[in-house]
């Protein structure tokens, strides 16, 4: 669990930051061993100008700012977006700042999904911020002056050396000095100007950028000893087709930001616009590409797949609603189909698959068996998978690697369900998340499913939701989840009984999702009354439930 406990250090320097008018006499005398205490106490109360002057001044070779949740732990807040607009504008001065050691600004795992918190920057706008940025530094700073800069560093620092002792003494006494009353809330109107005057800036910026912008589409390798000049600036980058512009000259442009990608998602963008972006990216570094909503048919996924050939590291793909328009009538499309998997070959790397609603019948085997590793993650949700499908899966070389299967909305009947229980006993040490939610899985079907689901030794996360189920089924659904010891939590059905009256006999799951449940909630309490009972009886106070489709996420707490 998440230490609630803010360490004395901590609480220090939440105090030092807390009031601006005081930062000239801190940043004079502040060892750069607490500038990153400072700098998170500065990010987690909101203290865009101290996050400023601390990355203007940066002492480090490298920040890092914000990282993927970790295992057991609630996310990391995500930045007020004033703060990462300060952040960035920092960067830029410190280029000029001789006590800025700053070459690699990693802001990976920042980027948030759209529908974070309202006041944290993510989504597209984090990226447009980022581009901007590294445009603006290009405008602003001449090159070559890094370089002298690196050289007049090490003559200081051996003098700043000499200093440390000193201004650790006078700490101390400057702690002292810190008053009492400078409050932790800025009146409303000062954090309302500093507001306008950092988007005024970055606006100006951003028009300044504009007019420049040239082209150069070189790849270099990152060395940044070799390149000191230079400060890599490490994120996740999200591009639709309004940003992508901005994106393609950022990475085109040869000036003293340089843009890295980990993971690359777009959206709405036609193959070509994505092609044309990977072309510029460094090669190094992206880990993975996520394309949602861009109608690819099977031409563009072609061209993109060779395109994706060159980068070593690229472990993850995934593409989202992305139409292939196949159609069994035209002629040829085997042939495409053939070359797509070729493609997906060239991926050396590649461990997690996800291809939602692509609706490719028949097809897995020739995608999949093509591959030269086996996947750890295969997302195959509205693939319209056939017996035929299931059967390859079970028997191919991936089953018995993969930790997360997701199978939704694929529907599962009784001539495939032999498949599906030889596919998870070959996965039953390895799987941790499985998803059959909307597969039409009657009472009966599972019935014949929970051994097989119970031999999962390694299973965390089980969905079975939008299935058409009884309450007896769900509560034996859920007995047999008390008996998968690693098991935290279970999102299962609504049953049947518990819909308004008039819902269709072998409902499907859209059905399932949008008929409304019934308002005698003595029923549902009596289940869940039940369904309390089971767990505690079986000792696995432990295991979550819910049948919260939409929120069961967030009782999650877990690496990705
Ligand atoms: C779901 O399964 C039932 C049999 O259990 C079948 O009658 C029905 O057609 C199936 N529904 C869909 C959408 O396939």
Same mark, same amino acid.
């Given at each position: ?73 609630? *996310? ?67 090159? $070559? ?124 963008? *036609? ?13 190094? $570094? ?164 929970? *051994? ?109």
């Amino acid at each position: 669990m998440a230490a609630a406990v803010p360490s004395l250090l901590a609480l220090c320097a939440r105090r030092v930051v807390s009031d601006h008018s005081s930062s000239p006499r801190w940043l004079s005398c502040v060892p750069r061993e607490l500038y990153r205490e400072l700098l998170e106490a500065a990010f987690a109360h909101c203290r865009p100008l101290a996050v400023g002057e601390l990355v203007r001044r940066w002492p480090e070779r490298a920040l890092r700012v914000g990282g993927r949740r970790r295992a057991g732990q609630s *996310p990391p807040p995500r930045p007020h977006r004033l703060c990462v607009q300060a952040l960035l504008l920092a960067v830029v001065r410190g280029l000029e700042n001789e006590r800025c050691a700053l070459q690699v600004l990693d802001l990976c795992g920042l980027q948030c999904e759209e529908g974070g918190m309202a006041d944290s920057m993510g989504g597209w706008s984090l990226t447009v911020a980022l581009c901007s940025i590294v445009l603006q530094a290009r405008v602003e700073s001449p090159k $070559g002056t890094r370089r002298e800069k690196e050289r007049k560093r090490l003559s200081e620092v051996k003098r700043e050396q000499d200093s440390i002792f000193k201004r650790e003494r006078s700490i101390e006494k400057k702690a002292h000095t810190v008053t009492e009353n400078s409050g932790e809330v800025q009146p409303a109107t000062e954090q309302h100007e500093m507001e306008e005057d950092l988007s005024k800036g970055v606006r100006r910026k951003m028009e300044m950028a504009q007019e420049t912008g040239g082209m150069k589409g070189k790849h270099t390798l990152p060395e940044v000893d070799a390149v000191p000049e230079r400060v890599q600036v490490w994120a996740d980058l999200f591009v639709t087709a309004r940003s992508w512009e901005r994106v393609r000259m950022a990475l085109s442009v040869d000036g003293p930001l340089r843009l890295y990608c980990q993971q690359l998602r777009v959206e709405e963008l *036609p193959a070509s616009k994505t092609v044309a972006l990977l072309s510029l990216l460094p090669r190094s $570094g992206l880990l993975g590409l996520d394309i949602r909503y861009s109608s690819l048919g099977v031409s563009g996924l072609a061209l993109l797949l060779p395109a994706l050939a060159p980068f070593p590291s690229l472990s993850s793909l995934r593409l989202h609603y992305c139409n292939l328009d196949l159609r069994r009538d035209v002629p040829g499309q085997e042939g495409m189909l053939r070359d797509m998997a070729l493609g997906l070959k060239e991926l050396k790397n590649l461990r997690q698959l996800s291809l939602t609603a692509l609706r490719l019948p028949g097809h897995l085997r020739m995608l999949l068996s093509a591959l030269s590793q086996p996947l750890e993650v295969l997302e195959l949700p509205y693939l319209s998978l056939t017996p035929a499908d299931l059967s390859y899966l079970s028997c191919s070389p991936h089953a018995s690697s993969l930790r997360r299967l997701d199978l939704s909305e694929n529907r599962l009947e009784e001539v495939t369900l032999p498949s599906l229980r030889r596919l998870l006993s070959h996965s039953s040490s390895s799987l941790t998340h499985l998803s059959l939610c909307g597969c039409n899985l009657s009472d009966g079907l599972l019935g014949l499913l929970l *051994p097989s689901l119970c031999d999962c030794r390694a299973l965390r996360v089980l969905r079975v939701a939008l299935n058409p189920l009884s309450r007896d089924a769900v509560l034996s659904l859920v007995s047999a989840a008390c008996r998968i010891p690693s098991l935290q939590l279970l999102l299962y059905p609504s049953p049947l009984e518990d819909y308004q009256p008039g819902l269709p006999p072998a409902p499907s799951s859209a059905q399932l999702l949008d008929w409304p449940l019934s308002e005698e909630l003595e029923g549902r309490d009596a289940l869940q009354v039940q369904l309390r009972t089971v767990l505690s009886e079986n000792g696995r106070s432990d295991l979550l439930l819910t049948s919260d489709l939409l929120n069961y996420n967030s009782l999650l707490h877990e690496e990705d």
